[in-house]
């Protein structure tokens, strides 16, 4: 079973009623920002929405659908499996991104297996509404070409890092992109990767084993550059982290301003007790 259609008036189940925010709205949706409400309005109309349950798959690798998705709560994950078993995870997308432009785009089957990480709400446009959408709003048509060029300047960065990094090092970036998705924190040297990645799960994003995973996490808690508590990862020291990417790749690393400039929009007490089940990580001291 692909998914089940929502309830218009009410879902308990999934906290969404019609006397909130009308759950069936693009408006949160990034590269519709810059959109009137009205055509908003008229865009979700047009669309096919649709619950999904943590676990559950929403596209799979060679379909030959052209549909684009619109994650508009929840979370989900691309993953690709290969015909030895081995799983592979390209990332994850949480509310507000989208998934299988590329199909939409030119008509080639999916790449990847599209699966949920928590219970999402997607919506669903067809090929064809899509590339009206392109070619009537100039907004929408720079924000995917932006979307593309960021997508291959990442896959060029992490080619680079699987030919050129060892694993340290990989593991270290990719908690520096994580830490960049991540939720915001007030200290503008900290981050918090909530929920946090399985060792396997980290293993399978930088082409490693387990155990070298395992094994790296540990030299980095006992540096108290992070910290586990439950099953959120606090990194305590953005730029130190960085500063162990940028002393072997000899580049710059980006993630640290963009934490940076996400914290200074963050109220102080959004990493109190509470919000996010731990205690104040990010007021601690820098190392």
Request: proline share 5%; aromatic share 4%.
């Amino acid at each position: 079973m692909a998914g089940m259609p929502i309830l218009l008036k009410s879902d308990p189940a999934r906290g969404t009623s019609s006397t909130n925010a009308d759950p069936h709205s693009l408006a949160g949706i990034a590269i519709f920002r810059e959109l009137a409400a009205d055509v908003l309005d008229s865009l979700s109309r047009r669309c096919r929405w649709r619950w999904y349950d943590a676990g559950q798959t929403i596209l799979q690798r060679q379909d030959a659908s052209r549909d684009i998705f619109f994650v508009v709560r929840g979370r989900v994950r691309a993953i690709y499996h290969s015909m030895a078993g081995r799983e592979i995870h390209f990332g994850d997308l949480a509310a507000g991104e989208i998934f299988g432009e590329f199909g939409a785009i030119d008509g080639e089957p999916r790449s990847s297996d599209i699966v949920c990480v928590t219970d999402a709400l997607i919506a669903s446009m067809s090929a064809e509404t899509f590339w009206d959408v392109l070619r009537r709003h100039a907004t929408v048509c720079a924000a995917i070409l932006r979307r593309l060029t960021q997508i291959a300047r990442a896959g060029s960065r992490r080619v680079v890092e699987f030919s050129t990094l060892p694993v340290r090092s990989r593991l270290h970036a990719e908690l520096l992109r994580l830490a960049r998705a991540g939720e915001p924190c007030p200290s503008r040297n900290a981050a918090i990767i909530a929920p946090a990645p399985t060792h396997a799960e980290l293993a399978s994003r930088i082409s490693t084993h387990r155990e070298a995973v395992t094994r790296e996490l540990n030299e980095l808690a006992r540096a108290k550059l992070i910290e586990k508590a439950g099953n959120t990862l606090i990194i305590r020291d953005v730029a130190a982290l960085a500063n162990l990417v940028e002393e072997i790749s000899g580049e710059p690393c980006d993630e640290v301003t963009v934490v940076r400039q996400t914290a200074r929009a963050v109220p102080r007490q959004a990493c109190a007790r509470g919000s996010v089940g731990l205690p104040t990580a990010c007021d601690r001291p820098r190392l």
